[in-house]
Structures are given as structure tokens and as C-alpha cells.
């Protein structure tokens, strides 16, 4: 029965759908992410004065606010991919399931 309902969901075309809008999205933002942090290891290592600049009097350089800046963009898009499996992929996912089952 397994093999059946395995087979079933293989040949949805909602299935294939699902796969590729996840990979696709998946992607790109693991693209942003790979641009983000790089671009700031990058400049760490070929420009190491660029965030050395103190801001203000204290002990605060600009690579500080910029460094949280990357950990926050890691949880923004983390939060963005979170929102729409458990919108859109979440979905289609159930649709499969009850097709497979034979429920629609």
C-alpha cells in the first residue's frame, strides 16, 4: 500500500510543483545569505580598516553594528522561509497527501 501511495504522490504534478518552488526559493535566499556574509568576511579580509572605525568615543568599531547586521539578516530570511513553508509549501503538501489517499 505504501509503495502505491509513494507512487501516486511521484506522479502529481503538484508534487513536482512543490519541489520546485521550494528548491528555487531555498536557493536564492541561500544566495542573499552566501552574498551577505561573505561580503563581509571580504572586507574583513582585504579591508580591515573599513570596520575598525570607531563609532563615537567609546570602544564601538562600525564592524560591530555590521556584524549584528548579518546574524539579524540570517534570522530575517530565516523567518521569511519559515512563513511561507508553513503557508504555501505547507499546503500543497496537504493537497498531495489527500490526493495520494484518494480523498479528493
Sequence with gaps: MSQNIYDRVQANPKFAELVKKRSSF???????????????????????ATFAVKLGEGVTTLGMPIGLGVIIIAF?????????ANGEFDDLTNQIKEEARGEK
Excluded at 551577505?36 to 579580509?45: G, K, N, P, Q
Aim: glycine share 4%.
Design 26 to 48: 531555498a536557493w536564492k535566499l541561500a544566495i542573499v545569505m552566501l552574498v551577505v556574509y561573505y561580503s563581509f568576511i571580504l572586507v574583513i579580509a582585504f579591508s580591515p
Design 76 to 84: 530575517v530570511l530565516t523567518g521569511i522561509y519559515t512563513q511561507r
